[in-house]
């Protein structure tokens, strides 16, 4: 399958700091890639939509000023945490759309980033 | 607007037992449905998808998923599990039309046992 990789796995970060995770899809050019939070044991909730080279389409209830999301290429996406707080810590999981192919588009999933804001 | 519904928290089967993972759906339209494993602090693997066609999906380590339509199901089967198999299965949704955005069930912790 394809690959996506997200860096890095672990940060942490003191509050009111910013951190950014990166996305990229290694084999493949994405133009649409989206961005997941997921608390422990529950399911992802997705954050926003990130288009190649336009602003990012955010799920209601997000904050697009601090979740910050900038999808510079084909290749690439990334999430910057602004201002972070403890209640931010989280695992972010981001996920890449490659087709389209014989059974149209599949999305892959990155192994995800874990954020502790102390 | 789209849901999907994992019923069971948690499915415990024995090695070499057939195992079913339970998935319903609602949308509107026709949905895609997908099964994604996740092992501990991963992110997602795409295990199958369906779109059209057979309502039998052949995936990835051994899994298939039926699609019926008249119970809205897609659930996840394997005719011999592994230990190896123990993880965290989400089903999830997508409508056409929709912008590709997936709805996520909640999520079935899977064990198996020796």
């Known amino acids: 399958g394809a690959v996506v990789s997200q860096h890095p796995s672990w940060v942490i970060c003191k509050s009111g700091t910013s951190v950014k995770i990166e996305c990229r899809s290694l084999?493949?050019?994405?133009?649409?890639m989206f961005w997941y939070r997921q608390f422990p044991k529950q399911s992802l909730m997705l954050m926003a939509t990130?288009?190649?080279?336009?602003?990012?389409?955010?799920e209601q209830g997000v904050e697009k000023d601090k979740f910050l999301i900038n999808h510079a290429s084909l290749t690439l996406s990334t999430l910057t945490v602004t201002s972070a707080h403890p209640e931010d810590s989280s695992f972010y999981i981001c996920?890449?759309?490659?087709?389209?192919?014989?059974?149209?588009?599949?999305?892959?999933f990155g192994e995800g980033s874990w954020l502790t804001v102390v | 607007a789209q849901s999907v519904a994992q019923p069971e928290d948690q499915v415990n089967v024995a090695e070499g037992n057939p195992l079913t993972v339970k998935c319903t759906y609602s949308v509107s339209g026709n949905p895609y449905l997908f099964w994604y494993v996740q092992y501990p602090n991963r992110g997602l693997q795409f295990l199958l998808k369906y779109i059209t066609g057979d309502n039998l999906v052949k995936g990835s380590y051994g899994f298939e998923a039926e699609f019926n339509k008249s119970q809205t199901s897609f659930h996840l089967k394997k005719p011999s599990a592994l230990v190896s198999d123990s993880a965290l299965y989400f089903c999830?949704?997508?409508?056409?039309?929709?912008?590709?955005?997936?709805?996520f069930g909640t999520g079935t912790q899977l064990k198996v046992e020796l």
């Open positions: 084999d493949f050019q994405a133009t649409t």
């Open positions: 996920s890449a759309e490659k087709g389209p192919g014989l059974t149209g588009n599949t999305i892959y």
């Open positions: 999830a949704v997508e409508v056409t039309g929709g912008g590709n955005k997936l709805t």
């Open positions: 990130s288009n190649e080279g336009s602003k990012a389409t955010y």
